[in-house]
């Protein structure tokens, strides 16, 4: 059988509904620029050039390794470019350059390619890259050292769960929530814009980027575990509505819980990841040692990922 | 083709479109001046069949003394030539080219038996007849068939052969039925229609009793498994047959094709098809089997381009072949032709976990897990813990992936394998028992 036309030969099915990683990334990244742009407008270019440095470090140390590993280069799918943007979001303004530059390294190389690059990962590869900086550089994530020299038009110019954490509850009566959702309160560039962060959040859940069982079930389990701590003690636990707009709740809740490879895909389980890591953090935040408990409460709801997952519906005929 | 919506928190929906926008009138195309004829099976020396014999329209051909396969000459002519052919997943065919005279002369020899009517004249010789009406299922001692499903609508989107056949030849459909019950005995039969063809389907049947049920409008409702667990009741195990339930389907038009042979005494050469054209428009086109899918191009003023699709069968479930001269078998509903720019690649990313799969998937197949183990090569493990045999194989999964995976394909390769895999273990096992 002679054809002289030659055709394209592929198997079914023949369509596909268009989406794609890169636009998923994009997405992401457009979501989060409210919030980034808040972070600017408050902290100055110091903010700015920590973004860009994260973004493009991030980007580099992705095409280092696709390039060490013989890998194609996998730059353009964006994703490299969220994790940067994300973990510049959790910074303070005043972060020193190196730090920028090792916490994408740990986040891109460490948090990510080492499992085989994209799909692989375990964790959320900013949650360990932040992680490990907290635990390596305590100092940098001290907000209130780190923007020591800041002239900060806020009500309160000390990073409001370190406040909880060391002087109690009297110590962060005087904000209101209208201030802490409108980003005045001290904290991570793209991290204290609440308004920012769920506008972002809102328009990635009916776009269908991330999944509204994670995000919403993930503030519902910290609001409820900060009510009762708050109802069993009032002068010694915050209010639910505070532990909801300060930290890292709710990029936790809309950037860092929701991302794919570390986040269960059944219904059950995503609420029940996400309302787990809404209980540990305030868990974390109440009763253990650190003053955030976000990203230690995703890294553990990432560990217990596969297995959730485990909860599924029965298969038609199994 | 679909795209995702901006709202990409629903799900996407694929309705089955009804016949709506389809000229009612199809497109006749003419005897072809070159046929060609597929059988299954490897090349085998000794074959009855040699370049320059002459066949009859109607005639049974069988290519080997001990083969139970055969096909129906649509046309008369003389063989061209015999030469191997290769399908999907390497299956082995033989084709057989004809060249067609102009002086049609009808074989005889089912006309002396049709006067016969029973289940083997029907086996004997209309395996091949439009539709490919299963007949051979009813002759198997283990699973007795109780019920027959007739199912108006088809399988794929953007089809309309079946419903085409049952508006046109209901008389046939009718005579085809009350001869399929008296020749294999059963009496149940339960006719598939969607909601829009009621009116048409419910005059199958006539006064003899049939059940007329209602299929759903979302894809894949007209699958086999789908109607299955949906109307009648009786979810599938998984893959497992319909068969195995006493269960059978047959199409409108094979049953049509019954009812015609039968009352004709001819065997029906010409096959209904859809064709859908590159900017998705349907035409409707009765051909004979054996015609090369050129001359339907030609008769249909379709321009077909280098690195454009050509696809047999529907949007999800076809196949892609990738020679014009391929020819219209009983069982080609549609062929579908794609344009090169509308051609949605794959990618090599591996699969990202956004479970878009998983919750698109009709059968609730974990479709992320499952895909991970077929791509390395684990397909026991993907059928043991993950399901891998529930899948209905309708596509969905890798039309919303967003890694662009080839899921589907995965999917089947993985089954193809298992199935090698038994096959070589039935083998050995066979080779142990004689040794010893």
């Known amino acids: ?318 | 083709m679909i795209k995702r919506s901006f709202f990409g928190l629903a799900k996407p929906r694929f309705e089955y479109e009804t016949t709506d926008g389809v000229p009612g009138e199809p497109e006749k195309i003419s005897a072809p001046g070159k046929a060609m004829f597929l059988f299954k099976g490897e090349r085998k020396d000794a074959a009855l069949l040699k370049t320059g014999d002459k066949i009859k329209t109607g005639q049974k051909i069988v290519l080997y003394e001990d083969s139970d396969t055969y096909v129906i000459s649509s046309v008369t002519g003389t063989v061209s030539s015999v030469s191997p052919y290769v399908g999907d997943f390497n299956a082995p065919y033989i084709a057989v080219s004809v060249s067609v005279d102009d002086a049609e002369e009808t074989d005889e020899q089912f006309a002396d038996a049709s006067k016969d009517v029973t289940l083997d004249t029907a086996k004997d010789f209309l395996a091949f007849a439009p539709g490919c009406p299963s007949l051979d299922v009813f002759s198997d001692p283990d699973r007795p068939i109780k019920t027959i499903i007739l199912s108006c609508v088809d399988k794929d989107l953007l089809i309309a052969t079946n419903p085409y056949v049952v508006k046109s030849y209901m008389d046939q459909i009718n005579q085809g039925l009350s001869i399929l019950k008296k020749i294999t005995g059963v009496d149940h039969v339960v006719v598939i229609s969607s909601q829009k063809m009621m009116k048409d389907a419910s005059a199958i049947g006539g006064a003899s009793g049939v059940e007329l049920r209602v299929v759903g409008s979302e894809y894949p409702a007209a699958f086999p498994q789908a109607i299955m667990r949906n109307i009648m009741g009786k979810p599938l195990p998984a893959g497992g047959c319909c068969e195995d339930m006493g269960i059978c389907f047959f199409s409108a038009e094979a049953v049509a094709s019954v009812g015609k042979a039968f009352g004709d005494g001819q065997i029906p050469v010409t096959k209904t098809l859809t064709l859908i054209n590159k900017n998705l428009k349907r035409v409707l086109v009765e051909a004979r089997i054996g015609t090369p899918i050129r001359d339907i191009f030609n008769a249909c003023d379709v321009t077909v381009s280098e690195k454009d699709r050509i696809i047999i069968g529907g949007p999800l479930t076809g196949s892609a072949v990738y020679s014009e001269d391929y020819p219209v078998m009983p069982d080609t509903d549609a062929i579908m032709i794609q344009d090169g720019e509308d051609v949605s690649l794959v990618s090599d990313y591996p699969c990202v976990n956004c479970g878009e799969c998983v919750r698109i998937c009709p059968a609730k197949v974990p479709v992320n897990m499952v895909v991970r183990f077929c791509e390395a090569g684990e397909y026991e493990t993907a059928a043991d813990e993950y399901d891998l045999y529930s899948c209905i194989e309708c596509g969905l999964c890798s039309y919303v992936c967003t890694a662009k995976m080839p899921i589907f394909q995965h999917i089947r390769l993985a089954k193809y394998e298992l199935c090698q895999i038994a096959a070589e273990e039935e083998e050995t096992e066979e080779e142990e028992a004689t040794d010893a």
């Open chain 1, 1 to 318: 059988m002679l054809s002289q036309k030659k055709f394209i030969v592929s198997h079914a099915p023949f369509w596909h509904n268009g989406s794609s990683i890169s636009e998923q990334s994009y997405n992401i990244i457009f979501a989060a620029l409210p919030a980034v742009i808040a972070g600017i407008c408050y902290y100055g270019t110091g903010a700015l050039a920590v973004v860009a440095m994260a973004v493009s470090t991030a980007i580099l140390w992705e095409l280092a390794f696709n390039l060490v590993a013989k890998r194609p280069i996998s730059i353009g799918d964006g994703n490299a470019a969220v994790i940067g943007l994300v973990f510049a979001m959790l910074m303070p303004a005043a972060t020193p350059w190196w730090v920028v530059v090792t916490g994408t390294f740990i986040a891109i190389v460490v948090g990510k390619q080492i499992f085989g690059g994209i799909g692989g990962n375990p964790f959320h590869p900013v949650a360990v890259a932040i992680a490990i900086m907290m635990l390596s550089w305590k100092n940098c994530f001290d907000f209130d050292h780190a923007l020591m020299g800041y002239e900060l038009d806020f009500p309160m110019i000390i990073y409001p769960l370190a406040a909880l954490k060391n002087f109690g509850v009297s110590a962060v009566e005087g904000l209101t929530a209208a201030d802490l959702i409108m980003g005045k309160q001290v904290g991570g560039i793209g991290a204290t814009f609440g308004l920012g962060l769920i506008i972002g959040g809102f328009y990635l859940i009916i776009r269908g980027f991330i999944r509204w069982e994670i995000s919403v079930s993930f503030l519902l389990g910290l609001v409820v575990t900060a009510f009762l701590f708050n109802m069993s003690d009032p002068s010694k636990y915050a209010s639910p509505i505070f532990h909801l707009f300060t930290g890292y709740t709710l990029i936790g809740a809309f950037f860092l819980a929701t991302e794919d490879s570390s986040s269960p895909v059944n219904c059950v389980p995503m609420l029940l990841y996400g309302a787990l890591g809404g209980v540990m953090t305030v868990l974390i935040r109440n009763i253990g040692v650190y003053v955030d408990g976000v990203i230690f409460a995703i890294l553990i709801i990432n560990l217990l990922n596969p297995l959730l997952d485990k909860i599924r519906p029965k298969a038609m005929g199994a």
